[in-house]
């Protein structure tokens, strides 16, 4: 099982890294604006169809998001 906390910080950190905001990105992906604090606050792990909204959106692999990797490349 993957950390959820982990993701939730790995999403933010690629966000930022791209100079994507948190709000832009829920909004575009058709997500709660509470979806990420859920993560980071406990345990709640996105289903696979949202993780994989979210990768595309950051053109990333949901293996980097996962922590399954280092390379956003890899999988995608």
Same mark, same amino acid.
Do not use: W
């Given at each position: 099982?993957?950390?959820?906390?982990?993701?939730?910080?790995?999403?933010?950190?690629?966000? &930022?890294? &791209?100079?994507?905001?948190?709000?832009?990105?829920?909004?575009?992906?058709?997500?709660? &604006?509470?979806?990420?604090?859920?993560?980071?606050? !406990? !345990?709640?792990?996105? #289903?696979?169809?949202?993780?994989?909204?979210?990768?595309?959106?950051?053109?990333?692999?949901?293996?980097?998001?996962? !922590? #399954?990797?280092?390379?956003?490349?890899?999988?995608?």
């Amino acid at each position: 099982m993957h950390n959820s906390q982990e993701v939730a910080i790995t999403i933010k950190d690629f966000a &930022k890294s &791209k100079n994507v905001t948190i709000g832009k990105m829920l909004s575009d992906c058709n997500l709660s &604006k509470n979806t990420l604090s859920s993560m980071q606050s !406990g !345990g709640y792990l996105p #289903r696979t169809e949202t993780l994989t909204r979210i990768a595309d959106y950051l053109d990333c692999s949901v293996d980097y998001l996962l !922590g #399954r990797t280092d390379n956003p490349e890899v999988n995608r």
